[in-house]
């Protein structure tokens, strides 16, 4: 008896020992979160769900947020591991806030455009799918929707709603250093705007996306790449429509001299202007940004008009355009693997 009470009790400490460790791996291994505002989930704000994920390591941290509006200011800190905001579909999951350059904050100066956004990107391996991120403030000047620093970003089936400067491809924060990359990946989302609606120093590649310009809409971007960065925005497959008036809005305008923004295969309608880019009253950014086309289409497609220093692509000069080619850098960037 006492042989088999010492075998049972030997038996027991052994299974306790591998329940305790299956309980710790499915703990450590369960990077799930819920974020429902009925507070059926593990938090009611997306907030709180950034905020306990873990600092530091490689382990994605899938963020479901069940439809709503949630209006609040979010940020995701530098130190955060990888995460995933995943929506229901954007039509029903709605992040907003209406922040706007000219607002002021406690110690009664502005918040600037920076500090307009309603989604702070200050991590890297960051990903989004079936949401809709908007600035309401209205047209009251930038109001950013979202704020990108972080490499390897990217975004599927989700909406960027607002006016002037509503994406911002900020980049690296010293656009002298160029060790400090920030790549962005768009795919088959809606972006929206007036004036300057994409911009920034980032790399960033739109595929299949819908570019919509709005009413009194004046310039589709205002990029700053960094000089001796070989891409910039580059357009793949895009519809580039909206309710602007016929001729009244250009490609783009360099915020920096060395700004690059190119469009590939690309559907352009009547609300592009026929000359397409302009030169922002500096006649010497003709010499040292690059705007190109290939392949045009539609009504606001006519390479004769377009202005001298642009460019169109042959078709040689275009097969460097990939979404792979320009995302890879040096650490092979495998893209499509975010939104697993």
Known sequence: MQVSGLKNSKFFFIFSLVLISLLSFKAKDDKTIIVSKDGKGNFTTIQQAIDAVEDGTSVRTKIIIKPGTYREKIIVSATKSPISLMGEKAENTTLVYSDHASKQNAESKNIGTTGSSTLFIFSDNFSAK????????????????????????????????????????????????????????????YIEGTTDYIFGAGT?????????????????????????????????????????ASNSVYLGRPWRPFAKTVYISCAIDSTIKKEGWHNWSKPEAEKTTFYAEYNSTGAGADPSKR???????????AKKYSAKNILKGKDNWNFTKSFK
């Open 204 to 244: 960033a590649v739109f595929e299949n996306c819908t570019i919509y310009s709005k009413n009194n809409a004046s310039y589709v971007t205002a990029a700053s790449t960094p000089q001796g960065n070989q891409f910039g925005f580059v357009f793949i497959n895009c519809n580039l429509t909206g309710n602007a």
């Open 130 to 189: 079936n949401i809709t991120f908007q600035n309401d403030a209205g047209p009251v000047g930038q109001a950013v929707a979202v704020l990108t620093t972080g490499d390897k970003i990217a975004f599927e089936n989700c909406k960027f709603l607002g006016f002037q400067d509503t994406l911002y491809l900020k980049g690296a924060q010293d656009l002298q250093d160029q060790s400090k990359v920030s790549r962005n990946y768009f795919k088959n989302c």
């Open 307 to 317: 202005v001298p220093w642009s460019h169109q692509l042959t078709k040689d000069q």
